[in-house]
């Protein structure tokens, strides 16, 4: 304490953290000298976990944020929370708002111009290279507005946003294939389409009372993970969960529907005791394309829609409602759930492809040939109540969630797996307790033909009373069980936002070495000077600033009431974590530049006064005074002499 007080020491070590955060290199003056001797009195805590996590967490967890419109981040084995990636909605925090103009134009619907800052994302789906994880980006997509966005993980930020078109919103089920050369989004909610395709479908819809059409989006993604919208095929069925296939699954696109009655109500889509697991042959998409048999609508005159007679498809029925749809490792066994019963269906692939070779069909819906499904099935189990997800393992298992039973099943698959684990196949072996009802749950890849094993976390719906009350809503609950050993243990627990659909499991070597500490945009622009620019003819301000601890320059500017400003800034920060904000006193405006980050602001000037901008993220110990005036001028008592002038 004696130390701290003594104003000496005291100054040296102000000086101390002032130079510290503004990263120039000094000779340490005595005075600095004492200061560092005195404070190395100081016993740090133990254990010192600076970088204890950095160092031995295996695994980055991209969780979708459900109704938050974006995505959570954190580190397993240690499930700590480290950020959140902003899409769908405006994420003040993270610097994602529309008052920047790129942020703005994503968030716009290309085809009615309304932008859109709410969102839903339900399902990451990483890049594969050989249906393996290789790092590069992470897609998901938005429910509400049937969008997907491609999150670029050298920077942990949306790069694409991608708008289906043709649809009101309710793309639910969604899946990059093997190759990540094509995306599947299921258009869950049934729409009245446009005249076009309502022509081309020939079926009978009404707008008010029902039934209607739906389908898929096929979207393209270029080698720079550029996507487009490919193809839509559409038929008489909504579409939920989707799986494009490889191994011996190659080749087709496979997805469940819940509602194969065409019902309005929650009632009347559990009439049938079965819906469908649909599979669809991507050749013969190609073909239908190739073939010009195909119309486009009034709304997007660029993008093809199929009829369903035009391609290669087959169902097969599934007990009530079916949920979750995943695919084994070696591409064989398509495993899905119904939400209404205990029965669990693996069909196998090799017997689809026989059973539509040998015709092994009992009939047709829609001109949709059915397979047997004795034929095509290789197991039926009766597992537990309300399942919800499947995922693979490393050891030939799946584990499968329950929501109603509030734990997760562990299964051994049948062939090719037998030899692995030894185990009868189909039978439940182990039963790993949830706090509570499993939405889906992960094991770090998988979903791919390389899970790595090792861990499955279950995201649950409900947490209940597992953490302090916090009042009636209460976090989701993320659980991490180890499964390394015969029996699967529970490690740990995290609280997190709401709410989790899927998540995707990443080791940390393909994702960590590629992680920019700054953005290079600010490179891109090496002369830009600070510079106020007036436009009489459009009424607007045009203002390029530079941003650096602790400085906007300029420092002030004078604008005409009414006048819209356009705030270019840039950070000309390259140090790791020095990110800056731009907030207006008593304007809508707050973003924030990361080091290198390149923002365009736009606002209008319309209250007048002196209007203090300032820096709303801690940077240095000058950060409040890291601030500068916007004066907005009557316009009456503008003459061009109230200009900025910057000095040369
Ligand atoms: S959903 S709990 Cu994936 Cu959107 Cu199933
Ligand atoms: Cu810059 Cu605070
Ligand atoms: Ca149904």
């Known amino acids: 304490m004696t130390a701290i007080l003594n104003p000496r020491v005291l100054s040296a070590l102000l000086l101390g953290i002032l130079v510290g955060t503004l990263g120039i290199g000094l000779t340490l003056g005595p005075a ?10 100081y016993q740090r805590p133990f254990p010192m976990p600076h ?3 950095a160092r031995s967490d295996e695994f980055y967890v991209f969780a979708s944020g459900g109704q938050q419109g974006g995505m959570y981040v954190y580190g397993v084995p240690s499930m700590k929370y480290l950020s959140e990636i902003p899409i769908f909605a405006e994420d003040q925090a993270w610097g994602w ?28 789906s990483a890049s594969k290279t050989d249906a393996k994880y290789d790092g590069r980006w992470v897609f998901v997509n938005d429910k509400q507005f049937a969008r997907v966005a491609r999150i670029d993980l050298d920077i942990f930020r949306t790069g694409q946003i991608l708008w289906a078109p043709n649809t009101t919103g309710g793309g639910h089920g969604f899946n990059v294939s ?50 487009s919208n490919g193809w839509q095929i559409w038929g008489p069925w909504q579409f939920d969960m989707a799986r494009i296939g490889w191994g011996k699954s190659n080749g087709w696109i496979v997805t469940t529907s819940y509602n194969t009655e065409r019902a309005t109500d929650a009632v009347g889509m559990f009439k049938q005791d079965h819906d469908y697991l649909f599979f669809w042959n991507i050749a013969s998409i190609e073909k239908a394309l190739a073939e010009k048999k195909y119309v486009t609508s009034k709304q997007a005159p660029d993008v093809p829609v199929i009829s369903w007679k035009d391609v290669e498809v087959y ?13 084994s490792p070696t591409g064989k066994y398509v495993l899905t759930s119904g939400k209404a019963t205990t029965l669990i269906v693996a069909v196998d692939f090799e017997k689809v492809l026989q059973g539509i070779k040998e015709q092994k069909f009992t009939g047709e819906d829609f001109g949709v040939k059915v397979l047997d499904p004795d034929f095509v099935r290789a197991s039926t189990m009766d597992l537990g109540m309300g399942a919800t997800h499947i995922e693979f393992d490393d050891q030939g298992y799946f584990y499968v969630g329950f929501f109603v039973d509030s734990d997760i099943k562990k299964v051994p698959l049948g062939e090719p797996y037998t030899t692995k684990h030894g185990k009868t196949p189909w039978q439940v072996t182990d039963v790993l307790p949830a706090h509570f009802s499993v939405g889906h749950l992960a094991v770090p890849g998988g979903d791919t033909a390389q899970p790595y094993g090792k861990y499955v976390i279950s995201m649950n719906k409900l947490a209940k009373d597992s953490f302090l009350p916090h009042g009636p809503l209460v976090a989701e609950n993320h659980e991490l069980y180890d499964i390394q050993g015969e029996r699967a243990l529970l490690v740990d627990q995290m609280a997190l936002g709401p709410e989790t659909h899927y998540s995707q499991i990443l080791p940390v070597s393909l994702v960590a070495p590629k992680v920019q500490r700054a953005y290079t945009q600010a490179k891109a622009e090496p002369g830009a000077k600070p510079a106020v620019e007036y436009d009489y003819a459009k009424k607007e ?17 004078t604008v005409p009431q009414g006048w819209k400003v356009k705030y270019h800034l840039i950070s000309q920060e390259t140090a790791l974590d020095m990110t800056h904000g731009f907030a207006i006193d ?49 316009e009456s008592e503008w003459p061009p002499a109230q200009e900025t002038r910057l000095a040369p």
């Open 315 to 327: 169902v097969t029925p599934i007990p009530l409602n079916p949920h979750g749809l995943d695919i």
């Open 541 to 557: 301000v045009r203002v390029t600033m530079t941003v650096v601890r602790s400085f906007f320059t300029p420092g002030a500017i």
């Open 97 to 124: 708002t529309t008052e920047d103009e790129h942020v703005r134009k994503m968030l716009t619907n290309p085809w009615t111009g309304e932008v859109a800052t709410r969102g839903d994302t339900h399902h990451p």
């Open 51 to 53: 970088q204890y996590w």
């Open 586 to 634: 008593g304007y809508n405006v707050s973003v924030s530049m990361d080091p290198g980050e390149v923002r365009d602001v736009e606002v209008v000037a319309d209250k007048p006064g002196v209007y203090w901008f300032y820096c709303n993220w801690f940077c240095s110990e000058l950060h409040m005074e890291m601030r500068g005036r916007m004066i907005v001028v009557p």
């Open 178 to 227: 093997p190759d990540t050369k094509l995306a599947v989004l299921n258009l869950e909610h049934e729409q009245y389409p446009d005249e076009n395709i309502r022509r081309h479908l020939g079926l009978a819809l009404d707008p008010v009372k029902g039934p209607y059409a739906a389908g898929i989006n096929g979207i393209r993604i270029a080698d720079d993970g550029t996507m």
């Open 32 to 41: 600095l000298q004492a200061g560092v001797a005195a404070s190395a009195n």
